[in-house]
């Protein structure tokens, strides 16, 4: 088994505690009515879960990857939609952390790590999905600031984002090599939130368009070097991926907890249908692929901790946890029956919950070339 401390089983027992307490007992009705619950996301900052790898310098608790892992299950077991908020939030404090400069860091961090502002990660755009080397949102330099055109969708958190790490294009012939990373604060002229997305599941998290119009944006606030920009989302979404596989887990083990419960009390030719082979076969598969999937998800979270690559290994996790979600899903509302498909059950919220872990931050396909293009050196 893996080596769980006893700080990071702390920190796993205070965000079940928490999500417990505010967020179970109201994911069902924050779906139904796409409710972001705004005060709730910053309660979870205060508790140190928005910004758990920046260190206490920097005003985080430094908590690290696995903890982040365990936590992050915690809350997605509880209400997805806040998962992805929190996993989203996570992961825009990495490019900071990694490519910010001492003045960056100094002044953003704080801010993310105690949740006063949330941040928000704009790589994906209208034309640019799996291949964010192809984005057309363009950054030119005018002297003692950027100028950026362009636009950005299914921006998670987006609407309620106080920064943005945006990457953008400053040079038109160099592909991939031609983007770079912005800081963009809220509130800058030029900067419009554009439609909210009407979602299949995840409904109270936040998904917008982000529309650049002649924003200006200062000079220090380029991340990193120009250039650098696909380099620092990648490095980013590495960090990402152990993120969804997390949530996946989390709405893996809730799916399995729904499927045992509901086995155990339906009744049907005289007796709960749990005691048929059948189900017991499909709860059976859900745990061990839930082992196997926790145990890929802790093992990349704990090299990244150690500072040792973990490129391969969060997309094996976040691949194998996100389908793994899907499945679990499947069976847990076969097993559910007719009642399954109503919305009276949870079963139907995280069916719907756990499709789109599969695509986002890099699809199934994009984590499989990344970890052939590892195994087979292509
Ligand atoms: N870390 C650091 N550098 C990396 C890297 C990594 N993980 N992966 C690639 N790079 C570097 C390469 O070394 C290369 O560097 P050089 O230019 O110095 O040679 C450069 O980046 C280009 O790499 P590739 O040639 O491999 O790039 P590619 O165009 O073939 O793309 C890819 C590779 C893996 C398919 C990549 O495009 C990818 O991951 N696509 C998926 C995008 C994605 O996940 N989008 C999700 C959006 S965010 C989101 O969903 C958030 C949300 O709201 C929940």
Known sequence: MF???????????????????????????????EIFPEEVIKKMGQLGLMGMMIPPEYGGTGAGAVSYCLALQEIAYACASSAVTMSVANLSAEPLLKYGSEEQKTKYLPLLASGEILGAFAVTEPGAGSDPGSMTTKAEDRGDYYLINGSKNFITNGGYAGLINLIARTDSKKGNRGLSAFIVE?????????????????????????????????????????????????TALDSGRIGIASQSLGIARAC??????????????????????????????????????????????????????????????????????NRAAYKSLQVHGGYGYMTDFKIERLYRDARVTAIYEGTSEIQRVVIARDVMGV
């Open 186 to 234: 809220e509130g800058l002229p030029g900067f419009i939130v554009g439609k909210k997305e009407k979602k299949m599941g995840l409904k109270a998290s936040n998904t917008v368009e982000l529309i650049f119009d002649d924003c200006r944006i200062p000079k220090e606030n380029l991340l990193g070097r120009e250039g650098q920009g696909f380099k620092v989302a990648m």
């Open 256 to 325: 399995l907890d729904e499927a045992v419960s509901y086995a155990n009390t339906r009744k049907q030719f005289g007796r709960n249908i749990g005691s048929f082979q059948a189900i017991q076969w499909m709860v059976a598969d859900m745990a061990t692929e839930i082992e196997a999937a926790s145990l890929l998800a802790l093992s990349a979270a704990h090299r990244k901790d150690k500072g040792i690559p973990f490129t391969k290994e969060a997309s094996m996790a976040k691949l194998f946890a996100s389908e793994l979600a």
């Open 3 to 33: 080596h769980i401390t006893s700080e990071q089983e702390m920190v796993r027992l205070m965000a079940r505690d928490f999500a417990k307490r505010e967020l179970e007992p109201y994911a069902g009705e924050r779906d139904e009515k």
